[in-house]
């Protein structure tokens, strides 16, 4: 497969809607003997945050964009059907995004992935409150709290969460992780606001999920809720 050739004819394809021509395409090089799963890594994530950059830089119409993320969406359904599925590793990651389709489509494609890997997946997309997610995580308790976000405007909210998560010891053992175009575009970020982990890609997320199971954010690194700390130090 030469990757970019296959990106490069793929995009015409999604941004103009040819349904039966792209999964012509894709079966092509199925049958080339590449897996769905690089496929899915090698081609379709980079073509996510082609359309997601351009829509958002202005260079790409509202219909453009709609064609081709969910054009883009059938695509990654019909690979994850294709997944070899691994033994469980036992560990469950409760995953949420930012309300844009592009959050939406990268935090799926990543929940296919990763449970294909063996992670036990619970996956509500975008749009739920803060609220909700402190509930859901009490609840269930999992190892991972993967949030993904696109836009900066998402930033507030996945801090306040972490914050609220951490002074009220809600579930010591979970990891808090980001991922998403936002945290792609300003290095540094996942750290200021107290991520214990963040990748930016799928084939980089799971093996820092792997490879990381403990790890956790400093304090030095964590500026969430330092203010208020400082202040009930003072006090």
Same mark, same amino acid.
């Given at each position: 497969?030469?990757?970019?050739?296959?990106?490069?004819?793929?995009?015409?394809?999604?941004?103009?809607?040819?349904?039966?021509?792209?999964?012509?395409?894709?079966?092509?090089?199925?049958?080339?003997?590449?897996?769905?799963?690089?496929?899915?890594?090698?081609?379709?994530?980079?073509?996510?945050?082609?359309?997601?950059?351009?829509?958002?830089?202005?260079?790409?119409?509202?219909?453009?964009?709609?064609?081709?993320?969910?054009?883009?969406?059938?695509?990654?359904?019909?690979?994850?059907?294709?997944?070899?599925?691994?033994?469980?590793?036992?560990?469950?990651?409760?995953?949420?995004?930012?309300?844009?389709?592009?959050?939406?489509?990268?935090?799926?494609?990543?929940?296919?992935?990763?449970?294909?890997?063996?992670?036990?997946?619970? @996956?509500?997309?975008?749009?739920?409150?803060?609220? =909700? &997610?402190? /509930?859901?995580?009490?609840?269930?308790? %999992?190892?991972? *709290? +993967?949030?993904?976000?696109?836009?900066?405007?998402?930033?507030?909210?996945?801090?306040?969460?972490?914050?609220?998560?951490?002074?009220?010891?809600?579930?010591?053992?979970?990891?808090?992780?980001?991922?998403?175009?936002? @945290?792609?575009?300003?290095?540094?970020?996942?750290? =200021? &606001?107290? /991520?214990?982990?963040?990748?930016?890609? %799928?084939?980089? *997320? +799971?093996?820092?999920?792997?490879?990381?199971?403990?790890?956790?954010?400093?304090?030095?690194?964590?500026?969430?809720?330092?203010?208020?700390?400082?202040?009930?130090?003072?006090?």
């Amino acid at each position: 497969m030469n990757q970019d050739v296959v990106i490069e004819k793929l995009f015409h394809m999604l941004i103009s809607g040819e349904r039966d021509a792209a999964r012509n395409m894709v079966n092509a090089v199925l049958e080339e003997g590449v897996s769905h799963e690089e496929l899915t890594m090698s081609v379709y994530w980079p073509l996510m945050e082609m359309v997601d950059t351009l829509f958002r830089n202005d260079q790409m119409t509202t219909l453009a964009h709609r064609y081709a993320t969910r054009l883009l969406r059938s695509l990654v359904d019909q690979a994850q059907a294709g997944y070899k599925r691994k033994a469980s590793r036992n560990r469950k990651i409760c995953i949420f995004c930012g309300p844009a389709e592009g959050d939406e489509l990268s935090a799926q494609l990543v929940a296919d992935l990763a449970e294909a890997d063996g992670y036990e997946i619970l @996956f509500a997309g975008g749009g739920i409150a803060n609220d =909700e &997610i402190l /509930a859901e995580v009490g609840q269930h308790e %999992p190892d991972i *709290l +993967l949030l993904f976000a696109a836009a900066p405007s998402d930033c507030p909210e996945i801090r306040q969460l972490f914050d609220t998560i951490r002074e009220i010891g809600a579930c010591p053992d979970t990891q808090l992780a980001v991922g998403g175009g936002v @945290f792609n575009r300003a290095p540094g970020l996942a750290e =200021e &606001i107290g /991520a214990d982990l963040w990748a930016t890609s %799928p084939s980089e *997320l +799971l093996e820092v999920l792997e490879s990381d199971p403990s790890h956790r954010a400093s304090d030095e690194q964590r500026t969430v809720g330092r203010s208020r700390r400082t202040s009930r130090k003072a006090a």
